[in-house]
């Protein structure tokens, strides 16, 4: 099963087709829903505009399997807590990670994946 998480053509790629929807979902929705207040506006269009809009958020993925929504969250700034039953699926998310971070992503996101 590890080889499948990150296979365009494998067992899940309807959740890799999923991600483009559900990514810029949550992003857009913190954005939009998540900053409040007067004082949040300016923010508010400087997250709209930057590279790592999630940047100083955290997020917690139950249930993240190989990483397939944690990661992409990550590279947008998050510091995200993937945690999942299957160890199996918690080594297939790290082993990722570890193998697409690179140095600028790993100056704004942080994937901690947790076995529970």
């Not at 067992?11 to 992003?27: C, G």
């Not at 949040?40 to 999630?54: D, G, I, T, V, Y």
């Amino acid at each position: 099963m590890s080889d499948q998480w990150w296979n365009k053509t494998g067992d899940f790629r309807a959740l890799q087709a999923l991600n483009e929807l559900r990514v810029p979902f949550i992003s857009d929705a913190y954005i939009a829903y998540g900053l409040r207040g007067p004082s949040q506006s300016s923010q508010r269009a400087l997250r709209q505009n930057s590279p790592f809009p999630l940047r100083n958020i955290k997020i917690l993925d139950v249930g993240c399997g190989g990483g397939l929504l944690s990661e992409p969250l990550a590279r947008l700034g998050a510091t995200v807590t993937g945690i999942d039953m299957v160890e199996e699926s918690i080594r297939t998310a790290e082993q990722h990670w570890e193998t697409v971070k690179n140095p600028t992503s790993t100056q704004v996101a942080r994937v901690k994946i947790k076995l529970v």
